[in-house]
């Protein structure tokens, strides 16, 4: 029963984003199976109509495919959202509830996921000045606007958004709080432009109290969502409205992107999210398993930070893996578990990166050629760089010092060195230099 579930949640998440997921389809429990009828629970009755309103075709379709069959879908209640863990607050008597809704249920309306709330994101010194510029702006919007969020995939972006949203709704319920993925922004606008709905598209983005919008780097070269965003963006900012937006790299570094959304975009706050240390990784997978109730020894958990991608989504997914062997062997989690468990990923060959690979992956991210990294070309755009592909040659390769200067170009020695000691200086004065080092090993490792 749970099987035929589980292979449908794979099919479904290779048709929706991972907020859907997550959101709507992940906390669905299936209950029972009949001839023609497919009984799940969900968390409570609002779930049930929204389900029902926006997914129930696409569930349907899903079963059919996995199992041949055509099933009518039924849905009930569980009732089990855990108030303390949604931090629930008081109602305000400046700001009565519209109706007898909780902040979880309208934050659900808004498409935010009620479980990433403030008290459930693990801080650390990779993210601690992101969620302190988020939790600022989510008490007082307009603090930093608009607060641009950048960080790679699954180090908490999407849940610090998620964050101020609940938190605004849960201080007025009445807020305007709209989120949505760029994607979804696009073909939404694509939609209202065929059926003449642009008035409608243009009344629900622009007369809002606060816009979040989640991978905003996919708007790049799409010329037509660029200038509808462009007119949303300036008709929120110029009323004092909040707009919050994520990415995956600093406004500046989005290829394709017009310069005067560049410009609207670094006005405000632009902070990165760098990869969590260990500690911290430690912290998120405590926290999960406190979460899950499963009992995590302390150097087990220390052993998945140590062995597990810094991506905490790969991270919890290796928690996961390990919990769900665990019940399936009927062993408690322990280190023999573990590394029987991840013997095939401590047992894999480290990849061997190569000078070519760096000075590849740096011309990618900063949009130079690899001919301009091995050019004697002074300006800054082509020396910083290539300082940090030296830098990185260092810490990556087993080549001396001479060798790299030839690599890039036929370099001396004392280059290599001075590129070095500049790049680890200017990594120290500023972190999101850090966070791009960082980005840039984990796409070479990988």
Request: with cysteine; net charge neutral.
């Amino acid at each position: 029963m749970n099987s035929t579930w589980k292979d449908c949640l794979a099919l479904l998440r290779t048709k929706v984003n991972d907020h859907i997921m997550s959101t709507w389809f992940e906390p669905m429990v299936c209950e029972q199976i009949d001839a023609d009828e497919i009984t799940f629970s969900v968390p409570n009755s609002f779930f049930i109509t929204w389900i029902k309103d926006n997914y129930l075709e696409i569930i349907e379709e899903a079963l059919k495919e996995k199992t041949g069959s055509s099933f009518r879908v039924h849905l009930t209640a569980r009732n089990d959202y855990d108030p303390s863990l949604l931090d629930e607050p008081a109602e305000s008597a400046l700001s009565p509830c519209p109706s007898e809704a909780t902040t979880c249920e309208i934050a659900l309306t808004r498409r935010l996921n009620p479980r990433y709330t403030f008290d459930s994101f693990v801080e650390g010194g990779c993210n601690q000045f992101a969620r302190a510029a988020a939790l600022c702006v989510a008490e007082k919007t307009g603090s930093y606007n608009p607060l641009f969020l950048y960080a790679g995939v699954g180090l908490g972006k999407t849940h610090l958004m998620n964050a101020i949203g609940y938190t605004v709704l849960a201080r007025n319920k009445r807020a305007r709080v709209s989120f949505c993925t760029s994607e979804e922004f696009t073909n939404e606008m694509i939609y209202s432009i065929r059926h003449a709905k642009m008035d409608d598209f243009r009344n629900k983005y622009r007369n809002v109290d606060v816009l979040l919008i989640d991978d905003i780097q996919f708007i790049a070269g799409k010329e037509g969502t660029q200038e509808e965003f462009f007119h949303t963006f300036n008709a929120i900012y110029d009323t004092s409205k909040q707009v919050v937006l994520t990415s995956d790299k600093h406004p500046s570094q989005i290829s394709d992107l017009e310069e005067r959304l560049i410009s609207r975009f670094s006005c405000g706050l632009v902070e990165s999210m760098g990869t969590p240390d260990l500690e911290t990784k430690v912290a998120i997978l405590k926290k999960k398993a406190s979460e899950d109730s499963v009992n995590l020894p302390d150097e087990v958990a220390y052993f998945l930070a140590e062995n597990c991608d810094s991506n905490t989504r790969v991270l919890v997914g290796s928690l996961v893996r390990l919990t769900a062997i665990s019940a399936f062997q009927g062993k408690p989690i322990s280190m023999e578990l573990a590394r029987a468990c991840f013997a095939d990923k401590l047992s894999r060959p480290a990849k061997v990166i190569t000078v070519n690979d760096i000075i590849a992956a740096v011309s990618k991210t900063f949009n130079v050629k690899p001919a301009d990294i091995k050019s004697k070309k002074k300006q800054r755009m082509f020396a910083f760089p290539r300082q940090i592909g030296m830098c990185l040659a260092r810490e990556l390769t087993e080549l001396s010092y001479p060798d790299i200067g030839a690599a890039f170009g036929g370099r001396n020695h004392a280059t290599v060195i001075h590129a070095a000691k500049k790049i680890e200086k200017a990594v120290e004065a500023d972190h999101s230099l850090s966070n791009i080092l960082d980005a840039l090993k984990r796409d070479l490792r990988s």
